[in-house]
């Protein structure tokens, strides 16, 4: 029929029982994140009799998918491990951030935009996370009591245009810095492109979405004076030997979706969505 999640023959596809094949790629896939979690915990023996003397020890057992398992009984193990212990953290990088509310009711903003970029998953270097890129600025002549959701579908149709054509505009982010500010238009942001030709491609239409042109008087690119390794070497923190985080890492980003952050409105406002998975955007790409 097949080796373990090889190509299947046409024949092993009708002799293949669904609930053994899903099952098998639960066991797969999210035992190896149970296993990675609970690493300082000895595993188990071939009999799964486990030594359950410690909290951490009855919860990787617990949260470990068995080839016995019942669909319910594998679905309350996932929940135990993503839910209750808190694991679906994984799904989004940890970030320094504050409530939406608590930020509003110290800082007061005009709209501001931003542009969101991320690597294809199949490009992701193994034991990295994908590489992303924000591009933020704000809309000139508006305030927070004057852009309408009129204003908002026009700058919708104008980022997808822009961006949001085919697969998703692509370009490549690297180790050239550009910063463009000219704070009167509403632009303070910095892109990190592979080189200056491609990264000033990027400010461009950037600047088109609110028909301005770029003006070199307020542009800076600055480059390392020397380049550090793309994959950085390892160094002892907080108690064990951990990679150096990348610094302005090499790779092509993808347009994934465009935002609105208006003060007095809590959610962000998605204007164009390629991803599938944000709520109420103005345009699905």
């Known amino acids: 029929m097949s080796d373990r999640f090889g190509n299947l023959s046409p024949e092993g596809l009708d002799a293949i029982n669904p609930w053994e094949q899903l099952q098998d790629v639960l066991m797969w896939v ?5 296993v990675r979690e609970f690493r300082d915990v000895a595993p188990e023996n071939e009999t799964w009799i486990a030594n359950l003397s410690t909290p951490r020890s009855r919860l990787r057992l617990a949260c470990t998918i068995r ?22 953290s994984d799904f989004h990088p940890p970030l320094y951030t504050m409530p939406t509310d608590r930020y509003q009711q110290s800082v007061q903003f005009a709209p501001q935009v931003t542009l969101y970029f991320r ?3 199949e490009d992701v270097e193994p034991g990295y ?6 591009i933020s600025f704000r809309i000139k002549n508006e305030n927070y009591n004057t852009f309408t959701p009129a204003n908002a579908q026009t700058l919708a149709n104008k980022i997808r245009t822009e961006f949001a ?9 690297g180790r050239v810095k550009l910063t463009y500010r000219r704070k009167e238009q509403g632009y303070q942001f910095s892109v990190n492109a592979f080189n200056e030709a491609e990264g000033v491609q990027v400010i461009n239409k950037v600047l088109d979405l609110q028909n301005d042109t770029l003006d070199r008087e307020f542009l800076t690119v600055s ?10 070497g390892q160094e002892f923190i907080y108690g064990q030997t951990r990679r150096r985080p990348r610094r302005r890492p090499v790779g092509n980003v993808r347009f994934r979706y465009a935002e609105v952050h208006i003060w007095g ?8 969505d390629m991803t599938g998975r944000r709520r109420n955007a103005l345009i699905i790409a």
Request: with cysteine; charged share 20%; proline share 6%.
């Open 30 to 34: 999210h035992n190896r994140r149970v």
């Open 67 to 88: 080839d016995t398992d019942t669909a319910i009984m594998c679905q309350l193990r996932m929940w135990l491990f993503y839910v209750i212990c808190g694991q679906a």
């Open 119 to 121: 690597e294809d998953i």
């Open 129 to 134: 996370s994908p590489i992303d890129a924000e």
């Open 165 to 173: 054509t085919g697969r998703g505009y692509v370009w490549r982010k």
């Open 223 to 232: 480059e390392f004076s020397q380049n550090p390794p793309i994959v950085p």
């Open 265 to 272: 409105v809590q959610n962000a406002i998605t204007l164009v």
